[in-house]
């Protein structure tokens, strides 16, 4: 079956799940997205690995990195590899021992353990005609949700973003205590308004 690698776009809040968020994965040289549902949780160890956020204990991915890492087990990739009934489902594709194995996964699990292990995502081409979100153009922050984002890393460009789009981020970081992104923001606030 045909796989189709995809990067990590970003994260915005869920309109549809309190304490949910959507995870954004594109396609790597295509235009479709594939959005998926996630826990906080989940959410949460994606980011913190992401944003290099250091916390004073391992978090359970981080757990299952060290714990792989001693015992030389290998992490090839992950595969979004089904989806059904509104379910995605992923496998984990590890080696140990010169032996491949395919390990069934949640997917906010596999993308968490992605992330740590800097392996590829793919997706199955089925997966992606069925789930996947085509976009003629470069989305726009209204596209990927009208709630406004929360989380986003580069590939999601300042420049395209207004003052007011750039200041709600920044009210949002901070909110969360997120006070190094709030930073970054401001500062990028700041060389717009100078260079008007």
Known sequence: ??????????????????????????????????????????AQAILFHIEQIKIPRPLTHDLFKN??????IQFKEVIVSKFAQGIFYATLVCESNGIIHNID??????I????????PIYAF?????A?????DDEP???????????????????????????QELMNDAIE??????ASQLRDIIKKRKAGK
Do not use: H, W
Not at 112 to 119: D, G, S, T, W
Not at 125 to 129: D, G, M
């Open 1 to 42: 079956m045909e796989k189709i690698e995809l990067k990590l776009l970003g994260m915005i809040n869920s309109q549809s799940q309190s304490g949910a968020y959507t995870l954004i994965l594109g396609e790597a040289e295509g235009k479709r997205r594939l959005p998926i549902l996630i826990n906080g949780f989940e």
């Open 67 to 72: 714990f792989a890492d001693i015992f030389t």
């Open 105 to 110: 996964s949640r997917t906010s699990d596999a």
């Open 112 to 119: 968490a353990l992605a992330v740590r292990f800097n392996c």
């Open 125 to 129: 081409e089925p997966v992606l005609a």
């Open 131 to 135: 789930a996947g979100v085509s976009l």
């Open 140 to 166: 726009d922050i209204d596209d990927l949700a009208t709630g406004g984002i929360t989380v986003q890393d580069d590939s999601v460009e300042f420049e395209k973003l207004s003052v007011d789009e750039l």
């Open 176 to 181: 969360k205590e997120d006070y190094e992104r």
